[in-house]
């Protein structure tokens, strides 16, 4: 509501200005497409509103900024309809332009956010957007990184979708390759130890200087067979207890090995509050349905016949050109064997991304695939020239997770042997803290999650200090209907008696709301949200502990409507901020 207004309202007058002036219209609306960017001072006695539009203008007019700003003001007041809206411009600094809100058109804000639980203005242009995240490989639990990558992904979701865009979700399962051996390797030696069969010859034939996957989920992976009968039928447990480990032993061992951890991913993910929109697999890359080829070659076929020299043969591999994005070497599509690479199944299944229709392609990935970065840059320009469109990649990288309890290193797990995993810091801090806690950091920084404090109810734990603010809210709503009081509609003109700097400025703090969601919609943040709802919070207990809201005096009535009212925005601000970090608002604490 804002900052649209606002948007139009400077637009108007620069275009006003540019005709009497005559200034170039291509370097008006160059301006202008590159985005109108607003600000909200720290202070508030640079007003509610700044922009910087003017510096950019002022290199394409080649006029100073403050003759140029004076000018875009003089147009503004002279706008009817900025009338109502603002009350006071001015020019300020090198050529900043300062807007101050009246009090009419705040109030107005206010009841629209009591009456409505629509908080958030859409973006102009909605885009398809992918979001891949998590897509831990299936050969064990999830750990506290998959965990940050989880939260940040699911909650990056939502946010695109509150601000308008089209959005999927999707999980790549790497159920196919090396990995997947070694897993029903693992698990058929754990299963052998077990029956009292372990031979050390056969696990050096098998794992060879390797070790396997050795977290005690194997074991217990191996038990269930042992138990559960039916999981890999009688003939292949009878190769297992002869140690005859042939073909089908391997596939039946990895597939129930896959399946039962996934199951517990898919179990740990619900429990996170974490859905997909589809759960994508990597074997699907190794066939092509009707045809003696897979999704694999059939790609890097067609690339292959791409004008541009994209991938080229050398030292009798196939190999594609990633320096042209700043890779520091080209990359092996196809080896001098015929055998293909990780690389190339990943550009198969964006180029399935590509071809479903997305416009931007989102991949939240752990901070060890940074030198990945360049490579896959390189693949979606030349799958995007090749369908004829625009599309977008953005690489998100999840940041290590340290755990610490009471400032102190958190040991290693016993279960996972090698991990803590999300399920254990689930059990011990739950979902809510757990979910905040990661998202109250930049993903691009490392995080220090500090379980002790995730579990103190105190106001020096930050997600306790938001929820409880809404909870403060639905107790004063309690404590005003156990006191008869009929909320009556809340009009702009009844709001009016909510005069008091501090009022003026906490409707101004939920005035922001859009713009925080719609900003981090558009730079792929989400830890902005958690500072705005932490702010938020933080003024609105300082609200409640300086005025007076509930009176049982007649003449108090008015403001006590009023301050109820205001009470009830930040409550509904809050409860769509904490919903869209996955986060519950509960009414009592």
């Known amino acids: 509501m804002f900052e649209e207004c606002v948007k139009g309202i400077i637009t108007r007058a620069v275009l006003k200005s540019g005709s009497e002036e005559g200034w170039p219209l291509e370097t008006i609306q160059s301006t202008l497409e590159k985005g109108l960017r607003l600000e909200w001072p720290k202070k508030e006695e640079f007003g509610d509103l700044s922009t910087p539009l003017v510096m950019g203008l002022s290199k394409g007019l080649g006029k100073p900024p403050r003759a140029i700003a004076e000018k875009i003001v003089t147009a ?3 706008d009817p309809s900025a009338v109502d809206v603002l009350v006071w411009v001015e020019v300020a600094g090198p050529g900043y332009i300062n807007l101050t809100f009246s009090s009419p058109f705040l109030y107005r804000y206010l009841e629209r956010v009591i009456g409505s639980d629509s908080h958030t203005e859409k973006v102009s242009s909605p885009r398809a957007i992918n979001v891949e995240f998590v897509s831990a490989n299936p050969t064990g639990p999830l750990h506290v990184g998959h965990g940050r990558g989880a939260a940040f992904g699911d909650s990056l979701a939502r946010i695109l979708r509150e601000a308008g865009h089209r959005v999927s979700t999707e999980y790549y399962i790497n159920d196919a390759g090396n990995q997947m051996n070694m897993l029903g ?8 130890r077990l029956e009292g069969r372990a031979d050390p010859e056969e696990r050096v034939r098998l794992l060879g200087d390797g070790e396997g996957y050795r977290g005690d989920y194997i074991p217990e992976i191996a038990q269930r067979l042992r138990e559960e009968k039916e999981l890999i039928g009688d003939a292949v447990r009878k190769s297992a207890l002869e140690g005859r480990f042939t073909e089908e032993v391997q596939d039946a061992f990895t597939h129930v090995a ?27 890359l190794h066939i092509f349905p009707g045809e003696d080829r897979s999704r694999i070659s059939h790609w890097i076929d067609l690339l292959e016949q791409e004008p541009g020299g994209m991938v080229f043969e050398s030292e009798g591999a196939l190999w594609f050109k990633t320096t042209v994005m700043n890779d520091d070497k080209d990359r092996v599509l196809k080896k001098s064997d015929g055998s293909y690479t990780y690389f190339a199944a990943d550009i198969a299944y964006h180029a399935d991304k590509v071809e479903r229709g997305f416009d931007t392609l989102v991949d939240v990935w752990g901070a060890d695939h940074h030198g990945y970065q360049a490579r896959m840059q390189a693949v979606v320009r030349t799958l995007a020239e090749r369908a004829k469109k625009n599309v977008d990649l953005r690489i998100c990288l999840i940041q290590l997770v340290s755990l610490m309890r009471n400032g102190k290193a958190v040991s290693m797990s016993t279960r996972a042997g090698e991990y803590v995993t999300l399920g254990e810091v689930l059990d011990e801090v739950g979902v809510d803290a757990t979910r905040f806690s990661y998202l109250t950091r930049s993903h691009e920084s490392p995080l220090e999650f500090d379980l002790a404090k995730a579990k103190e109810r105190s106001m020096d734990n930050p997600v306790f200090y938001v929820q409880y603010a809404h909870a403060r809210v639905k107790s004063l709503l309690a404590q005003a209907s156990l006191r008869n009081v009929a909320l009556e ?43 705005y709802l932490a702010a938020v919070a933080g003024a609105y207990h300082h609200y409640y502990f300086h005025h007076r809201i509930l009176s049982s005096e007649e003449k108090d009535r008015p403001v006590m409507l009023a301050r109820i009212g205001l009470s009830i925005a930040v409550a509904k601000i809050l409860k769509k901020g904490l919903s869209l970090l996955g986060v519950s608002a509960p009414d009592s604490m």
Do not use: W
């Not at 702009?492 to 981090?520: D, H, M």
């Open 76 to 78: 503004m007041k002279d």
């Open 185 to 192: 390797k693992s698990v058929y030696l754990a299963f052998r």
């Open 258 to 284: 896959q399946t039962l951890i996934m199951s517990e991913i898919r179990n740990d993910l619900s429990r996170f509050g974490v859905s997909f929109d589809r759960f994508f697999s990597e074997k699907t």
């Open 489 to 531: 509609e809340f009009s702009a003109g009844s709001l009016s008696v909510l005069s008091e700097q501090t009022e003026r400025s906490l409707i101004r703090l939920l005035a922001q709301f859009s713009g925080v969601i719609l900003r981090c919609a558009e730079s792929f943040e989400v830890h902005p949200l958690t500072d």
